[in-house]
């Protein structure tokens, strides 16, 4: 049974940070793309970053700079550092995972479709 529990979340000034975790068991973790997404209320849940089994990662244009995504096979578990922390980045954020080498093509708003197991998420909320 594949599970996927985040953490690490909370309440942050703008500026400040935060590192995400999401402890993955149940499955062979290194054989699969993992990915951070987020969402608020009314929006469509968003892709923020992903990392494939070679541990190349991709990011939305909004984090790049400011975020860093990273896995720890060893351990089975997904990171997320954020720093620089903004209002806007305030959402549920959740990690996913999908079965392959490679993750699927990064487009923030239609890609989550194709990740097949996820996270209960982890509230990330910042205060200007």
């Known amino acids: 049974q594949v599970q996927l529990v985040e953490s690490g979340g909370g309440s942050v000034q703008a500026g400040g940070s935060l590192r995400l975790s999401c402890a993955a068991s149940?499955?062979?973790?290194?054989?699969?793309?993992m990915g951070w997404f987020r969402q608020t209320p009314g929006k469509e849940r968003e892709g923020v970053a992903t990392i494939d089994t070679y541990g190349t990662s991709t990011y939305a244009d909004s984090v790049k700079g400011r975020f860093t995504i990273s896995r720890d096979n060893a351990k089975n578990t997904l990171y997320l550092q954020m720093n620089s922390l903004k209002p806007e980045d305030t959402a549920m954020y959740y990690c996913?995972?999908?079965?392959?080498?490679?993750?699927?093509?990064?487009?923030?708003?239609?890609?989550?479709?194709?990740?097949?197991?996820w996270g209960q998420g982890t509230q990330v909320t910042v205060s200007s």
């Open positions: 996913a995972a999908v079965r392959g080498g490679g993750c699927p093509f990064f487009s923030r708003l239609v890609m989550a479709a194709k990740f097949s197991y």
């Open positions: 149940g499955y062979t973790y290194s054989a699969y793309c």
